[in-house]
Nanobody, 123 residues
Framework: QVQLRESGGGLVQAGGSLRLSCADS????????MGWFRQAPGKEREFVAA????????DYADSVKGRFTISRDNAKNTVYLQMNSLKPEDTAVYYC????????????????WGQGTQVTVSS
């Protein structure tokens, strides 16, 4: 069973950087495609970044392209989200998620979710 736990959130000034981590203690990491979503107050949860099923390709929301990078360490069962040049509009709870198939971009495609980690970017 997949058990995801995010860490690395916090408060940062605009222009700063954070790296989020998502560890899978269920050790089924390699059987799923991983992604990151975020949810700001009063808004729906939205796609941020994800790997393809094989892990060979990545894609990003337009709002984060060129600033965020998704990566993974299979030996550690961990996926990362490096966030640079942060903006106040990046403030949200960030969630990692695992899917066994379906669209990269749709919440409904993801079978397992972490509890989320808060990222707050001050102006």
């Amino acid at each position: 069973q997949v058990q995801l736990r995010e860490s690395g959130g916090g408060l940062v000034q605009a222009g700063g950087s954070l790296r989020l981590s998502c560890a899978d203690s269920g050790r089924t990491f390699s059987s799923y495609a991983m992604g990151w979503f975020r949810q700001a107050p009063g808004k729906e949860r939205e796609f941020v970044a994800a790997f393809s099923w094989t892990g060979s390709r990545t894609d990003y929301a337009d709002s984060v392209k060129g600033r965020f990078t998704i990566s993974r360490d299979n030996a550690k069962n961990t996926v990362y989200l490096q966030m640079n040049s942060l903006k106040p509009e990046d403030t949200a709870v960030y969630y990692c998620a695992a899917r066994s198939g379906g669209s990269w971009y749709e919440r409904g495609s993801y079978d397992y979710w972490g509890q989320g980690t808060q990222v707050t970017v001050s102006s």
